[in-house]
Each structure stands twice: as C-alpha cells, then as structure tokens.
C-alpha cells in the first residue's frame, strides 16, 4: 500500500503548529494555513534535480518532494528540509566536518554487517560507516549541529535510501531504512516530548 504522504504531513503539519515555539517562528500565512509544507515539485523540478546530482532519488524522497518541496520544521532540530534546487551532496558544504569524522577512525576496523544493519531501539548511534558521509546526500539544514542525510550506499530492494539524523552530539547519526521511516519517527518523536 502507497505512503500517502499528503495525509501524514497535514496531520503532522497539525501537531507542530500546535507548539507555541513553533508557532512563533511562522508567518501568519503559514500559520493561516496551517500548512509547514510548500506547494509540491514538479516532476520535471526533481528531473532537474536529479540530473544535477547524477543520481534517481529514493521513491519515498520523491513522494515526499511532489507533495512539498521542501519543509518548515520537523519537531526537532531541523528548522528547513530542503527544496529540490537547494539539495545537494554533503560534501560540497560540510567536507570540514567529514573530515573531522574520519581523521580519528581512517585506522579502526570496518563495522560488520551484523552490528551496521541494526535499526530501531538496539541501534547504536556510534556504529555508522564514517565512509559513506562523503557520498550522502544534503537534505536539510544544520540545526544545533544536526542534519539529515540520504546515503545512496545503502538500498532497500525497493531502491529507498538509508536515511541518517547525523549529529555531532549523538555522536554520529540515527539511521533509518527510508526517508519515510525517518519522517515518521520525527512524527513519534516530536508527539512524544509534546506529551
């Protein structure tokens, strides 16, 4: 059954406006209604996107981007998702920080198999591939020292991409199968701690 992605961001887009802080930081069009969201891309916008970069996005990222190109805030530490034209590799505007990552690991020994593909719960933030941070891909802001990424070195049998919550206080990042799971968990999340 398809992600109905328009169903989910209204009713998260519902939630987060709910918050006074959140709140606080929109404009009143924004708030009038009641929509974090930007109008949808074009296929021909992620086309564009995707010949830029050289890469197909995941399906999830697509659907995610024809609904809205781009987001407001997601609950936490991320105050903008990126649009298609903004998108763009880590790389290119954090090479200082990958670099601050694999200089005190380039000698220690590669993460199995069995202690990398562990998500949810048992998941240790820690066990990352410092590796693929100089193939991911930007798809947020930076919000206190946090960001989220899509590693295209990691593929789902449906083509999704591993997507990371990559922060220097974790320290390192909260990895999930899809940009969808981590959506969703940034839903959870934000409910939880608004309880």
Do not use: C, H
Request: no cysteine; hydrophobic share 35%; proline share 4%.
């Amino acid at each position: 059954m398809e992600f109905n992605w328009r169903v989910f961001l209204e009713r998260f887009s519902q939630s987060l406006l709910d918050d006074k802080i959140i709140r606080a930081q929109q404009s009143q069009e924004t708030l009038n209604s009641r929509w974090l969201g930007f109008p949808g891309a074009s296929l021909e916008d992620i086309k564009i996107a995707e010949k830029r970069l050289g890469v197909e996005l995941p399906l999830s990222y697509r659907q995610f981007l024809q609904t809205s190109n781009g987001w407001r805030n997601s609950g936490g530490f991320i105050y903008r998702i990126w649009s298609t034209n903004e998108i763009t590799w880590f790389r290119e505007r954090n090479q200082a920080w990958i670099n601050a990552y694999r200089a005190p690991v380039d000698d220690l020994p590669t993460i199995s198999d069995q202690d990398y593909y562990v998500y949810g719960e048992d998941q240790d933030p820690t066990t990352l591939r410092v590796e693929y941070l100089q193939t991911a891909l930007e798809i947020s802001d930076v919000g206190d020292s946090g960001i989220y990424l899509l590693n295209p070195q990691v593929v789902t049998n449906e083509g999704e991409w591993e997507a990371w919550f990559f922060a220097n206080w974790l320290p390192g990042a909260t990895r999930y199968r899809s940009f969808q799971e981590l959506m969703e968990a940034e839903d959870q999340n934000f409910l939880a701690l608004s309880k």
